[in-house]
């Protein structure tokens, strides 16, 4: 039989009607493009790799049958919301003997199951991929031995910021009612907030200072957060409003902050309930240069890059104490309050090891001596990110290993942290020692190098001294400071 388009009058009247032939065809590539496009993405999904968690996403091997399938997802999967997600007001445990928390924070929560049925055992019985552990440990040994991310650009431009930054602060007199709030301390700053304190006396005692608006790089806010908490009249209730009134104030009184809507203003604060303080101050949340101890990501108050991560330093008095790398015999340490989920697997997972000393308490001795006395000394988050922990292992020269996701590390912006510490995920907790003991002893004594380098960092003095912490959350400043200078009408 003859073919005959004739045969099929669907095709026919297609054809002859050129409008309706060319509108078919879109419509059948608009259909192919999203079928190949669906495949593609599909496709890439399965192959998709974040380098950071890299260790995690391969393929284990068959080892893992031979652990419980609940310990299994314990402890590769659960790690992951590791993070305590919270807006509670409890206070992070301190490093100093004899402190205690002052709000219990209980770690029962439905949605996110105890990670305590992990044994020691479990990890001990588990064969961990080796290719986890090279990615683990060839990061430190890939590490720039340099502590400065560019050594020359940070010396140039410190050199810079000594010679012209200028800072304006409000003025406030001693018969004003809240002068221990606004003004320097007149004694030396202790405790675990110090920080807060020490800069603002440090800067009232410097060179920095200019009584010229007109000539300044910031304008500072020179409020303590610790101050307010603990005056009777405010409290850790009444901080939010005070902060806000003194915003209204300043904004009323003087043209400083209506300029930049607050972008060329800062405060300093270390204590943790500052993460809450602007909460009725907008203003000051999403403009000004918030200088923190407090820098998680979780923290709805922290804007990384705007703000600037600063140490939380235990004042100690004298030139760091020196122990040989040699005569430190414990592997690693830890102690403190059970107060986060982190701290709780920590434990559970290595406080048996003998070759690692960790604690589920604080230790009713000093610390210094198991500072002193460990290779690495470890940084577990506790209910806040915030704490005197690093500072400690660095000024004991113990190499820190920071536990805690999502926060900026004070002077991110200026240190290469791998060049001195360990910087894991608490995804990691299980892989701990075998992490650490992939780090051969000549890279180890690199690191611990690095770290008596960068002691000087994070000390503060009575008067200011050259790179100190002082200097450093200064050169932090500078970085932000606005480039374009807003002229004044007057």
């Known amino acids: 039989m003859a073919y005959s388009i004739a045969d099929h009058p669907i095709l026919l009247r297609l054809i002859k009607d050129s409008r309706k032939g060319l509108f078919l065809v879109p ?16 496709s890439t999904l399965k ?57 219990p924070v209980s770690t029962n929560d439905s949605e996110n199951p105890s990670l305590s049925n992990v044994s020691k055992d479990d990890v001990d019985n588990f064969q961990w991929p080796k290719q986890i552990l090279k990615l683990r440990s060839s990061g430190i040994k890939e590490s720039k031995n340099e502590v400065f991310h560019d050594r ?18 409000y003025p406030h007199k001693k018969n004003d009612p809240f002068a221990k709030v606004l003004l320097p301390v007149d004694y030396e700053p202790g405790g675990n907030y110090a920080s807060e304190s020490y800069f603002k006396k440090s800067l009232f005692q410097s060179h920095f200072i200019t009584n010229e608006p007109s000539e300044a790089d910031l304008f500072y806010m020179p409020f303590s957060i610790a101050g307010l908490r603990n005056d009777k009249r405010v409290g850790v209730g009444g901080i939010k409003k005070f902060i806000k009134n003194y915003v209204d104030n300043i904004s009323t009184k003087y043209p400083y902050w209506n300029r930049s809507g607050g972008a060329d203003h800062f405060y300093v604060a270390c204590h943790s309930v500052g993460r809450t303080a602007m909460e009725e101050a907008v203003e000051v949340k999403l403009n000004a240069i918030q200088v923190v101890c407090s820098s998680s990501y979780f923290l709805s108050g922290y804007v990384t890059h705007k703000d600037a991560s600063i140490p939380q330093i235990w004042p100690r008095k004298g030139k760091p104490p020196i122990r040989a790398p040699s005569h430190r015999k414990k592997l690693a340490f830890y102690a403190g309050a059970m107060n986060s989920r982190v701290r709780q697997f920590l434990v559970n997972t290595w406080k048996n090891d003998s070759d690692m ?23 577990a988050k506790g209910f ?11 000024y004991y020269g113990c190499v820190p290993v920071v536990l805690a996701d999502h926060y900026d590390l004070p002077y991110a912006d200026i240190l290469n942290w791998n060049s001195f510490s360990l910087v894991l995920s608490t995804m990691d907790i299980p892989l701990l020692k075998n992490i650490l003991e992939e780090i051969g002893f000549e890279d180890y004594l690199k690191l611990q190098n690095n770290v008596i380098k960068v002691q000087k960092h994070f000390q503060w003095h009575n ?13 932090e400043l500078w970085l932000r400071r606005s480039h374009v200078r807003i002229p004044f009408d007057s």
């Open 463 to 475: 008067f200011p001294v050259d790179f100190d912490a002082f200097h450093m959350v200064m050169y």
């Open 27 to 42: 419509i059948l590539l608009a259909f192919g493009s999203s079928f190949f496009i669906l495949f593609s993405i599909s």
């Open 357 to 379: 000393s960790i604690h589920h308490t604080r230790l009713k001795t000093p610390y210094s001596e198991a500072l002193l006395g460990s290779k690495y000394c470890i940084h």
């Open 384 to 394: 806040e990110v915030n704490t005197a922990r690093i500072g400690d292992a660095l």
């Open 152 to 169: 020359s650009l940070f010396e140039e431009e410190y050199k810079e910021m000594n010679k012209s930054m200028k800072i304006f602060v």
């Open 47 to 103: 192959l998709h790799i974040v380098p950071e968690q890299t260790r995690l996403h391969v393929n284990p091997p068959l080892e893992f049958s031979k652990l419980n399938p609940e310990h299994v997802h314990n402890l590769l999967i659960k790690t992951v919301s590791l993070e305590e997600q919270t807006n509670g007001s409890a206070f992070d445990d301190i490093n100093g003997p004899g402190e205690v928390n002052e709000i």
